[in-house]
């Protein structure tokens, strides 16, 4: 139905499976919103299931090794948002 596998990184399993992560939020998503979920919440859920991969992406383009641990502990925090 929706088909969006532009841009993985096959070769990098993080970045692989926090677009996949991402992109199983977005659909999420769409299918409460037609089942008239609150919008606040839906949109809580969109955002920090997409900013997982976002962050991901921005510890990988990281100019050092600090900066990579503080970005991929903002995905990890994110996640356990998602997850709550």
Known sequence: MYKI???????????NKSYKFGLRKVKLYIFLKKNKVERALLI???????SV???VEE???GQSGADFVHKIDIAYKEAREVNY
Do not use: F
């Open 5 to 15: 596998e532009i841009g993985i990184a096959k070769d990098n399993i993080i970045v």
């Open 59 to 61: 510890a990988v383009g």
């Open 44 to 50: 809580q859920l969109l955002k920090s299931g997409t």
């Open 53 to 55: 991969g976002a962050n």
